[in-house]
Nanobody, 125 residues
Framework: QERLVDSGGGLAQPGGSLTLSCAVS????????IAWFRQAPGKEREGIGCISVDGSTIYADSVKGRFAISRDKAKNTLSLQLNSLKPDDPALYYC???????????????????WGQGTQVTVSS
């Protein structure tokens, strides 16, 4: 059974950092891409980054240069490093399993077929 478990959210100050984790099981990171999405109340779901099976990454313009995706295939975990947090960043963040091994430049949620439960990020001074 495919499973993704998100963790690591919490409260950070503006300009601060957080590290989110996505633990996966039931499938191989050598075969499927993983993306991170976020959704804030009243806003549309936003794809913010993706890592392909070859390790290449893409990011949304809104987070490029501030967020970074990494993975540890031996531990079946991925991380999303959030730096320079802004007032626009608070949301429920969750990872998703791709239907294939690559990442489309246009991250759309219907290209992903299994999801973590999400972890909340709050930015406040």
């Amino acid at each position: 059974q495919e499973r993704l478990v998100d963790s690591g959210g919490g409260l950070a100050q503006p300009g601060g950092s957080l590290t989110l984790s996505c633990a996966v099981s039931g499938f191989s990171l050598d075969l499927y891409s993983i993306a991170w999405f976020r959704q804030a109340p009243g806003k549309e779901r936003e794809g913010i980054g993706c890592i392909s099976v070859d390790g290449s990454t893409i990011y949304a313009d809104s987070v490029k240069g501030r967020f970074a995706i990494s993975r540890d295939k031996a531990k079946n975990t991925l991380s999303l490093q959030l730096n320079s947090l802004k007032p626009d960043d608070p949301a429920l963040y969750y990872c998703g399993k791709g239907m294939g091994g690559g990442c489309s430049a246009n991250l759309v949620y219907w290209a992903f077929n299994a999801w973590g439960q999400g972890t909340q990020v709050t930015v406040s001074s």
